[in-house]
């Protein structure tokens, strides 16, 4: 079966240094997707991808889909203390369906 | 816009007993989904509805879970009887039939079974 690997685990940095995490998968997909989400709440989409090395920008974030369409990196610069929650890869093949990774833990220390 | 709403927020209950939770997805939204999302990982599909059919079930364990979408709105997921790996977070979404991909996530229902 498909293999999805998230990258890092957890992080934790100072207030406005820059992140970077990523995404690889042994399946191609179509879509690479970045959701985030904070406790008690679903995933808000951060940023959406729909071609192979497509490079896509969304204030502080910049997300990179993968000329092999394998994998992906999602970059924030800058951080801030909101941008504390965990971030996670979704990833879309044909069937148009969503397959999550297993998420970075984001800490932002002041 | 309203987001996605689901209840309850939270339930407890005892195995071998049933719940239900409810989803009412944005307005005008053709495409519903319901994920449970176990603690530490990310949220797994277990059904996806257009409208009011099944486009996918294949990940949904028929054997206690069940789900309706009527008249293509709310809808609802139920478990009968719950198990103690059936603690999770259920998330509902829905995005428009076009753009399938930019889901809309509700808060999720915790739900722990004892």
């Known amino acids: 079966g498909q293999q999805l690997n998230q990258s890092p685990q957890s992080m934790f940095i100072q207030e406005g240094e820059d992140v970077s995490m990523n995404c690889t998968s042994s399946?191609?997909?179509?879509?690479w997707l970045w959701y985030k989400q904070e406790p008690g709440e679903g995933p808000v989409l951060l940023i959406a991808?729909?071609?192979?090395?497509e490079l896509t920008s969304n204030g502080r974030l910049t997300a990179q889909f993968g000329i092999t369409r394998k994998d992906s990196f999602l970059n924030i610069s800058a951080s801030i203390p909101s941008d504390v929650g965990i971030y996670f890869c979704?990833?879309?093949?044909?069937?148009?369906?969503?397959?999550f990774g297993s998420g970075t833990q984001l800490t932002v220390l002041p | 816009e309203a987001g996605v709403a689901q209840s309850p927020r939270y339930k407890i209950i005892e195995k071998r007993q049933s719940v239900a939770f409810w989803c009412n997805p944005i307005?005008?939204?053709?495409?519903l989904y319901w994920y449970q999302q176990i603690l530490g990982q990310g949220p797994k599909l277990l059904i996806q509805?257009?409208?009011?059919?099944?486009?996918?079930d294949s990940q949904l364990p028929k054997d206690r879970f069940s789900a309706e979408r009527l008249k293509g709105v709310d809808s609802t997921l139920k478990i009968q009887p719950a198990k103690l790996e059936d603690s999770a977070v259920y998330l509902c979404?829905?995005?428009?039939?076009?753009?399938?991909?930019?889901?809309?996530f509700g808060p999720g229902t915790r739900l722990t079974v004892t």
């Open positions: 979704a990833p879309a093949g044909s069937a148009r369906q969503l397959t």
């Open positions: 979404a829905s995005s428009l039939l076009e753009r399938s991909y930019e889901q809309y």
């Open positions: 991808l729909y071609k192979a090395g």
């Open positions: 509805f257009q409208n009011n059919g099944v486009v996918d």
């Open positions: 307005s005008g939204h053709a495409t």
């Open positions: 399946s191609i997909f179509n879509t």
